[in-house]
């Protein structure tokens, strides 16, 4: 009888805080709201204050890598790497065709100073101003193709536009 009697008391002592009835207005949570949709194999992380990509790489090794792959880009129009280094290098491509496309001496030298090949960067310098005239930026186009066979990294093509 004292366990009731406890028991009555204690809900009528949690009542007493309720004020006209219930104070809840969210809706109940079950178990199935607590699922999440994401699976968990995509691993979605955002970097900030990361500023680029390292390519698994020490600088002068990721420097010299990206110095190559602008040049090979601009001599051959397309080139096929992996998708994270054609993302990396598409940024210097465009500087060095924004350089030609300004033209004048401090421009020549800086791209001098980036492309391996001195030849290249005349023809560059020629071509750029009239090919790329109408074009304000987005000078490249990176194409997502299958995965490369031995290791199954992503592929993709750069291309000059």
């Known amino acids: 009888m004292m366990r009731i009697l406890s028991f009555l008391l204690l809900l009528a002592g949690a009542s007493a805080f309720v004020t ?17 949709t994401r699976s968990s194999t995509s691993l979605e992380m955002i970097s900030h204050r990361k500023g680029f990509k390292k390519l698994g790489k020490p600088a002068d090794q990721r420097k010299a890598l990206l110095r190559a792959l602008t040049t090979e880009t601009i001599r051959h129009g397309r080139i096929k790497t992996t998708l994270i280094r054609a993302r990396a290098v598409r940024k210097h491509v465009d500087h060095m065709i924004e350089l030609g496309k300004r033209g004048d001496l401090h421009s020549r030298r800086q791209a001098m100073a980036w492309i391996y090949d001195k030849q290249l960067v005349h023809s560059l310098f020629d071509a750029a101003a009239d090919r790329y005239a109408d074009r ?16 199954n990294a992503k592929m993709a093509i750069i291309e000059l536009v």
Do not use: I
Not at 20 to 36: H, L, N, Q, W, Y
Not at 137 to 144: I, M, N, P, S
């Open 20 to 36: 006209g009835g219930t104070s809840f207005v969210g809706k109940p949570v079950t178990a199935m709201d607590r699922v999440e």
């Open 136 to 151: 304000n930026g987005g000078y490249t186009r990176v194409l997502r193709t299958v995965a490369r066979q031995g290791d």
